[in-house]
C-alpha cells in the first residue's frame, strides 16, 4: 500500500518513505493522462461540472500528493528524498505545463456557456482562461515545445537553488571558544553547547540557522566573531564563500532562470518577465510598481538618514566605534536600543513561552472570528509537529471549518524562514456533493526549548507566528466552494499578504499581548512598563527597514525588466543600493545568491507585493483602531465585517472589490506611514 495513494483525506506523512515517491507520481500522472483525454475528446460536453468531475477530481489527488513530498522536501530534506523529489519533479512539472497549455482543454474551456456559471464559478472561469493564455496555449509548433521545455528546466532551476541555499547554509560551523561568547544570551549559548555535545565536539557549536546567527549578530561582544558569522552568511551560495562551500554556489543558476524567464516573457509576446508578472496582480504595470516603490523610498528616507547618524553617533561615543564595519551594525543598534528604550530583547523574549503565545494568538482569533480552536489529531512528520482544528458554533452544535499543522522549530534539513502552505482547498465536491475543509501548513523556524523549560520566542517570532496565521486564516475561513477561487487561490499575488500583514498588528496592541506572555521562570505576565519601552522602540528604525525592503523589492522588479540576463546582475544591485540605500554592505556581500523568495519561491517581479499589501493590511487594521472600545479592545463587529468581506471571499472576486467592501474605499498610504512613525511630526 503506497501512502502517496492513499485517499483518508489527510496526507500519511509518518508512512511515505523516498521509495513511495516514483511510483505514485507515476500511477498519478496515468490516471490524470486518462482524464485529460477523456474531457478533451470531441464528444465530451463542454460543462463547467462534467469537466471538474473528471480533471479537478483527478488532478487534485496529484496535486495533494505532490504537495505531500514537497513539503517533506522542505521541512525533512534527506539525500534519499531529495534524490527521489528531483527523479519525478520533471515528470511532475511536464504534465502541469502540458495541462496549462493543452490547446483542447482552452477550446473546451471557452465553449462554455458562461450564463449557467454562479459569480465564484464565473470568476474562476475567467482566471482559467487568462491563465491559458499565461500557461502558452496559444503558442503553436516549435515556440509551443520551447515553453513546455523552459518550465520544466525553470522548475529543475529553481530546486538547485533551493538546494545549494539549504546545502550552504547547513554546511557552515564555528565552534566558539566561551571567552568569544560573552554578551550572547544563555539560551542561544546552551544550544550551541549542547549542539557540539552532540558532536562529541568542545566549545559551542554556531551555525548561520538564524536561531544562532542573529543572537551572535546582535549581542557578542566580540566584533571578531560576528565578523566570521557575518562572512560566512552574506557570501552564502556564491563565489565569494570560502573554497570548501564553492559547489553551493548560485551564480549560473540565477543567470539561466533569469535568461529563461526573459525567453517565456518574449515567447507569450511580453516585452519582459515583469510585465509578464503583472498580469494576474493588482498592479497593472511594471511602471507602475517602480513608482510606488520610489515614492515610498524617498518618504521613508529623510527617516532612514536619521537613524542611521543616530547609530554612527552612538557608536562613537558609547561603544568607542569610528568607523562601524557591516557586522558591527546589528550589535549597534541592540545596544542603542537598550540604551534609549532601557530593555533589550532577551530580557523580552523571557516572557514569551512558545504554549503561552500560541494561546492568545488562538484567543484573539476565537474571539474576532468567532471560531473555537482545538488540538486535533493526524499522522505527522516530525514529533514537535501539531495538529489543530478550527470550528464554528451554530444552531446544530460544533461544526468543522477547517484544519491547520503547526510546525515551528528550526532544524538540519528543514528550511529557513517562515510560510503558509495549503495541504487541500476548501470545496464543494463534484464528485459526491460533499463539502471539502481547507487544510493548512503553518511553517517557522524558532528555537527549541532547552533544559525541559518552554521554547522561548523574541518579539519577532511571535510577530511571524502571527503572519503566518493570517495566511493560514484568509484560506481556512473561506465560505467560497469552487476550488479555484477558495481561500487563497486566485487571490492577487500583490493582494496575498494583506491578511497575514494585518494580524502582526495585534502583536502591539496591550490589551491582547498581556493574555499572551508568562515570564518562563516566574510565570508573571509582561510588565506594561516593559511593553510601553517597546512600543516607544516599535519604529526604531523603520525608515531604515522600509528602505531595505525597497532596495530588494527595487532589485527585483528591475532586474525582471530593464536588465540583461547575459549581463552580471551584481552592478545593477550596486546601482538600486546607490539609489536607495543609507548603509552600503562590503563588496564581497552576495545577497541576492540566496534570494530564495524570488529564484526559487514564486515572488519574482512580485517581491514588491509586501510593500504594497502593507498600505492594504495598514488600512484595513485602522478600521479596527477607529472602531476600539473604550479599553482599546478591537470591536467583534467589525472583525465580522472584516472576516466576511476579506477572509471568507478569498479570490471569488478583485482584491479591491473586497477592500473596498470592507473600508467603503480605495487604500491609502497615510495608514502605514502613521503606524510605521513615518510622519512629520
Known amino acids: 500500500m503506497n501512502p502517496l495513494l492513499s485517499t483518508t483525506g489527510l496526507p500519511l506523512f509518518d508512512q511515505i518513505q523516498p521509495e513511495h515517491v516514483l511510483p505514485a507520481m507515476d500511477d498519478l500522472l496515468a490516471h490524470a493522462e486518462q482524464a485529460l483525454e477523456k474531457v478533451t475528446a470531441a464528444d465530451f460536453p463542454a460543462e463547467w461540472h462534467a469537466i471538474a468531475r473528471e480533471l479537478d477530481v483527478t488532478t487534485e489527488r496529484l496535486g495533494m500528493a505532490w504537495g505531500a513530498v514537497s513539503h517533506l522536501n522542505s521541512v525533512a530534506d534527506t ?30 474551456y471557452k465553449a462554455i456557456d458562461t450564463t449557467t456559471l454562479n459569480a465564484e464559478q464565473l470568476q474562476a472561469h475567467k482566471n482559467a482562461v487568462r491563465n491559458f493564455v499565461l500557461g502558452g496555449a496559444e503558442l503553436q509548433g516549435a515556440e509551443r515545445e520551447r515553453f513546455a521545455a523552459i518550465q520544466e528546466k525553470q522548475a529543475e532551476l529553481g530546486q538547485k537553488f533551493s538546494e545549494n541555499t539549504l546545502d550552504a547554509t547547513d554546511a557552515f560551523a564555528h565552534y566558539a571558544t566561551e571567552a568569544e561568547l560573552e554578551g550572547v544570551p544563555p539560551d542561544a549559548v546552551q544550544a550551541a553547547r549542547a549542539a557540539a555535545q552532540v558532536e562529541g565536539k568542545e ?15 546582535q549581542f557578542a561582544k566580540s566584533s571578531a ?115 534609549r528604550y532601557a530593555f533589550s530583547e532577551q530580557e523580552v ?115 511571524t507566528l502571527f503572519h503566518e496565521f493570517g495566511h493560514g486564516l484568509h484560506h481556512m475561513l473561506t465560505q467560497v466552494n469552487e476550488r479555484d477561487v477558495s481561500g487563497i487561490s486566485g487571490v492577487e499575488w500583490d493582494a496575498v499578504e494583506l491578511p497575514s500583514q494585518f494580524m502582526e498588528n495585534f502583536c502591539w496592541e496591550w490589551n491582547v499581548l498581556q493574555h499572551m506572555t508568562s515570564h518562563v521562570d516566574t510565570g508573571a505576565a509582561l510588565p506594561r512598563a516593559l511593553f510601553d519601552k517597546m512600543l516607544a522602540a516599535k519604529n526604531f528604525q523603520s525608515g531604515m527597514q522600509t528602505l531595505r525592503q525597497i532596495e530588494f523589492a527595487l532589485f527585483d522588479m528591475l532586474l525582471h525588466t530593464e536588465h540583461n540576463p547575459s549581463d552580471d546582475f551584481l552592478p545593477l544591485l550596486e546601482q538600486v543600493r546607490q539609489e536607495v540605500a543609507v548603509l552600503q554592505p562590503p563588496a564581497w556581500s552576495r545577497a541576492a545568491h540566496t534570494f530564495s523568495h524570488i529564484f526559487a519561491g514564486g515572488y519574482a517581479a512580485g517581491y514588491y507585493s509586501y510593500k504594497w499589501a502593507e498600505v492594504l493590511s495598514a488600512d484595513a487594521y485602522a478600521a479596527f483602531e477607529e472602531s476600539a472600545d473604550a479599553q482599546g479592545l478591537p470591536n467583534p463587529e467589525t472583525g465580522r465585517q472584516y472576516r466576511m468581506a476579506i477572509l471568507e ?33
Open 203 to 217: 566549545g559551542y557549536k554556531l551555525t548561520l540557522k538564524m536561531p544562532c546567527y542573529l543572537p551572535i549578530m
Open 349 to 463: 523574549k523571557q516572557y514569551f513561552t512558545a504554549p503561552k503565545v500560541l494561546a492568545g494568538l488562538f484567543k484573539i482569533v476565537e474571539t474576532l472570528f468567532d471560531v473555537e480552536i482545538r488540538e486535533d489529531s493526524a499522522p505527522v512528520w516530525n514529533a514537535g509537529v501539531k495538529f489543530y482544528r478550527i470550528e464554528r458554533r451554530n444552531a446544530q452544535g460544533l461544526q468543522l471549518v477547517g484544519q491547520f499543522y503547526l510546525d515551528p522549530t528550526a532544524r538540519s534539513g528543514k528550511r529557513g524562514g517562515a510560510w503558509m502552505d495549503d495541504v487541500r482547498t476548501r470545496w464543494l465536491r463534484p464528485d459526491n456533493g460533499q463539502l471539502q475543509t481547507p487544510v493548512a501548513h503553518l511553517v517557522c523556524n524558532f528555537a527549541e526549548s532547552v533544559d525541559g523549560k518552554p521554547a522561548l520566542l523574541t518579539h519577532d517570532d511571535v510577530t
Open 225 to 339: 566573531l560576528r565578523a566570521v558569522l557575518y562572512r560566512a552568511y552574506v557570501t552564502r551560495a556564491s563565489t565569494e564563500a570560502a573554497p570548501e562551500f564553492l559547489k553551493f554556489d548560485n551564480t549560473a543558476v540565477i543567470r539561466d532562470i533569469l535568461a529563461l524567464r526573459e525567453e517565456e516573457a518574449h515567447l507569450l509576446g511580453y516585452a519582459n518577465f515583469g510585465a509578464l508578472s503583472v498580469v494576474p496582480k493588482m498592479a497593472d504595470s511594471p511602471a507602475t510598481v517602480i513608482t510606488f516603490l520610489r515614492d515610498l523610498a524617498r518618504k521613508a528616507r529623510p527617516f532612514a538618514e536619521r537613524d542611521i547618524a543616530d547609530l554612527r553617533a552612538f557608536a562613537k561615543t558609547d561603544l568607542g566605534l569610528n568607523d562601524p564595519q557591516a557586522w558591527d551594525w546589528p550589535y549597534i543598534s541592540e545596544k542603542l536600543k537598550e540604551a
Open 649 to 681: 471571499a478569498g479570490g471569488s472576486r478583485p482584491a479591491m472589490e473586497s477592500f473596498k467592501a470592507f473600508r467603503g474605499r480605495e487604500p491609502s498610504l497615510d495608514a502605514l506611514l502613521r503606524h510605521q512613525g513615518m510622519t512629520a511630526h
Open 79 to 108: 539525500p534519499e528524498l531529495r534524490a527521489a523529489y528531483n527523479a519525478a519533479l520533471p515528470k511532475v512539472t511536464e504534465f502541469w505545463t502540458r495541462l496549462g497549455a493543452d490547446e483542447r482543454l482552452y477550446a473546451k
